[in-house]
C-alpha cells in the first residue's frame, strides 16, 4: 500500500481523499490542517487529522506528501520545506514561475533523498503533456491552448487574498471567435487578451475599498494584468447561489503542416469538461503520487514534472496488462 498524506484540506484535500478511494493500492494516513485538528471532520475511517506543526513526526509514517496550498504564497514556501523531509506532490499553477520553483524545489529534494512532483494537474500537467505531444508531431505549427468556462482555483485563491475581499470566484471564458479560427486551422497569431476574458464575482467586506479591490484585480501580473478582467461586486448568498459550483475545462489545439510543400493541414484537438475542477485534478494528482513512489523505491531522488514520468507508472495495471488491454 502506498502511504498517503494531505496537506491542506479545502476543495484540492478533500478531492484527494475522495480519489484515493478509487485507488486499493493506495491508503490515507493523515490530513495535515493549520486549523484546529478537533473541529475537522474528514470521511476516512482510521486517517488521523494532526497539526501541521507536528508533520515532521510523520515522515517515516508516509510514502508521498499531497500539497493542496495555493499557488500564489502557500506552495512557494510549503514544497520545497516538505521536499526535504518528504516525496511530494503539489499543483503549482503559476506558469511564468515554475522554473524558479522547479529549482527551488529540486534542490530540497535532493537534499531528502525525495522525489517532488510539481505542477502536477490539467494545466499545467495533462494539458503540458498534449503540447508536448502534438508540437513533437506536428513540428511545422502552432500551438494553442484554451482553458473554460470555469471557475479557476489559482485565481479566485489570489483575489481572496486580497485585503478586503471575503470570498470570490473567478471564471475563465474562451473567446469564441478565436477558438473557432483555430479549429478552421486558420493559424491565427493571437495575443494573451484575444483568446481569453476573465470574469470575477466578489464578496467585499463591509466598508471595503471596492475600487482599489478593482484596480488590485485588475493589475494583478501573471493573473489579470493581460486580460480584460471584469469584476462583479456581489453578496455572499449570492455568490452561494449563483456560483457554489467549480467546474471548468478547455482545449489544447496543434493545427499544423505535413508534405513537401506543407499542402497538408493537421489539427490535432485535446478537451476537458470537468464537473468538478479540484476532485478531477486531485485524480491526477493521485495518479501522479503512483509514479512518486515508484521512482523513489528506485532510488530517485529531485523534482520532477509530467515529462519526467514514463505514463505507465501512473497505472496501478502491471506492464503486461497495460500492453495486452492498451497498447
Not at 477558438?179 to 486551422?185: C, N, Q, Y
Amino acid at each position: 500500500m502506498i502511504r498517503i498524506g494531505i496537506y491542506g484540506y479545502g476543495n484540492l484535500g478533500r478531492g484527494i481523499e475522495s480519489a484515493i478511494r478509487q485507488n486499493p493500492d493506495m491508503e490515507l494516513v493523515a490530513v495535515f490542517t493549520r486549523r484546529d485538528p478537533a473541529s475537522l471532520k474528514i470521511n476516512t475511517d482510521g486517517a488521523e487529522v494532526v497539526s501541521v506543526a507536528d508533520v515532521d513526526k510523520y515522515a517515516d509514517k508516509i510514502d508521498v506528501m499531497m500539497i493542496c496550498g495555493g499557488s500564489a504564497t502557500d506552495l512557494p514556501v510549503q514544497t520545497p520545506t516538505l521536499a526535504e523531509k518528504f516525496s511530494v506532490v503539489d499543483s503549482f499553477d503559476t506558469h511564468a514561475k515554475i522554473p524558479e520553483h522547479f529549482a527551488r524545489v529540486d534542490s530540497a529534494a535532493r537534499k531528502g533523498n525525495n522525489i517532488a512532483m510539481i505542477s502536477v494537474g490539467w494545466d499545467p500537467g495533462m494539458f503540458s503533456l498534449n503540447r508536448l505531444y502534438a508540437s513533437a508531431i506536428l513540428p511545422d505549427g502552432k500551438d494553442y491552448t484554451f482553458w473554460g468556462k470555469g471557475v479557476s482555483q489559482g485565481h479566485s485563491d489570489a483575489i481572496r487574498r486580497i485585503e478586503g475581499v471575503l470570498d470570490a470566484k473567478q471564471y475563465t471564458i474562451p473567446v469564441d471567435a478565436a477558438l473557432e479560427s483555430v479549429r478552421r486551422g486558420d493559424a491565427p497569431t493571437l495575443t494573451t487578451r484575444e483568446k481569453h476574458t476573465r470574469e470575477c464575482f466578489v464578496v467585499a467586506a463591509e466598508g471595503a475599498d471596492k475600487a482599489r479591490i478593482e484596480k488590485e484585480i485588475k493589475e494583478m501580473p501573471n493573473y489579470f494584468a493581460d486580460y480584460d478582467t471584469t469584476v462583479h461586486f456581489i453578496s455572499k448568498e449570492e455568490l452561494v447561489r449563483d456560483h457554489g459550483g467549480i467546474p471548468h475545462g478547455g482545449f489544447v489545439i496543434r493545427s499544423g503542416k505535413t508534405g513537401f510543400d506543407g499542402e497538408h493541414n493537421h489539427i490535432i484537438e485535446y478537451s476537458l469538461k470537468l464537473d468538478s475542477n479540484p476532485e478531477f485534478t486531485a485524480s491526477v494528482l493521485v495518479a501522479y503520487a503512483r509514479a512518486a513512489y515508484r521512482l523513489k523505491s528506485e532510488g530517485v531522488s529531485g523534482c520532477k514534472t509530467v515529462f519526467d514520468v514514463p505514463p505507465a507508472y501512473l497505472s496501478p495495471k502491471s506492464h503486461d496488462e497495460i500492453i495486452a488491454t492498451m497498447l
